[in-house]
């Protein structure tokens, strides 16, 4: 059952609160959401947080007295949870646990205490373990929210507490909760040639496939994020609560099919990637597209700026 198109004008025009907000995906979902008519709150430690939102708080959300704190004083209708440390093995491997497990918990809990109607959490399509050091292959291609976990560091094992945390505070009832699995995130900046987080650039993830082999060559534009984030959040009310979702581009970040691409970085796949024929991805944005009508826009072939 399609429920949501586009987004073009929110149903209702509504206070939300951005965690995160000046990240890599946070920018583009504020944008977003403003020039949609939200009025947008950013809450994020570091700078950046674009000037169309109404306001830019930086709170410290691990400590749960800050998080109640700023969910009371803006009593937003809905939340969008960004904030993490967003890179795997950026940080100790106990800190990173820590502080996105913490963040997760602590923004859950204020805004279903303090009556939040909406809340996405962030998670990361790293929860199905790809890149383990022994060795790791998919059970199907290609791979939707039903695929089983299997998290080997502390970043992808923070993302699947989160998702169950989100989960956990689901069955609460009163406020509905989802998680988006945003792929590798690309804003407009590093298209023109400004580093990823992964330190290359997109255009040396192209010209090296082990570069972007390691995480199945999965990539979405940042504006796409944002916009399947502001259509899940509008379509919450409508939803299943606790549901999780891909958020992907409709194609691969490679100049090759990944039918020959796939088997060359993760062995032993070669009949299971034989269907990913021309352009076709490894994250299926299936669920996405018949419960909220979204599709992706956006592809490094448009989008990719001449060196």
Request: aromatic share 8%.
């Amino acid at each position: 059952m399609q429920l949501f198109a586009v987004l073009k004008e929110p149903l209702t025009v509504s206070r939300v609160l951005v965690t995160g907000s000046a990240g890599r995906l946070g920018r583009s979902v504020v944008s977003t959401l403003a020039a949609a008519g939200h009025e947008v709150i950013g809450v994020d430690r570091a700078p950046g947080t674009p000037e169309e939102a109404a306001v830019t708080l930086p709170a410290d959300l691990t400590d749960t007295g800050e998080a109640f704190e700023v969910i009371a004083r803006f009593r937003p209708e809905s939340v969008i949870h960004l904030a993490a440390i967003a890179t795997p093995f950026s940080f100790p491997e106990s800190v990173i646990y820590k502080v996105n497990t913490q963040l997760a918990f602590n923004v859950c809990e204020a805004s279903v205490a303090l009556g939040v109607a909406g809340v996405v959490v962030a998670s990361s399509p790293t929860v199905m373990g790809y890149g383990a050091p022994g060795g790791w292959a998919p059970a199907y291609l290609p791979i939707d929210e039903e695929h089983p976990v299997r998290p080997w560091n502390a970043y992808n094992l923070s993302k699947v507490v989160a998702e169950q945390t989100m989960k956990a505070f689901a069955v609460a009832g009163g406020t509905k909760l989802a998680a988006v699995r945003p792929c590798f995130v690309i804003p407009p900046e590093e298209w023109a040639g400004a580093p990823t987080q992964s330190g290359h650039t997109v255009r040396e993830r192209l010209d090296r496939p082990e570069l972007g082999g390691v995480s199945l060559f999965n990539y979405i534009d940042s504006r796409d994020a944002a916009e399947m984030i502001a259509v899940l959040s509008e379509a919450l009310p409508e939803l299943p609560n606790g549901e999780v979702f891909f958020a992907g581009a409709a194609d691969a970040l490679a100049r090759k099919p990944l039918a020959d691409l796939l088997p060359q970085v993760v062995p032993g796949t070669e009949a299971l990637a034989s269907g990913l024929t021309g352009t076709t991805p490894a994250f299926s944005t299936a669920k996405a597209e018949r419960l909220l009508g979204w599709q992706p826009k956006r592809t490094w072939r448009n989008e990719l700026k001449e060196s």
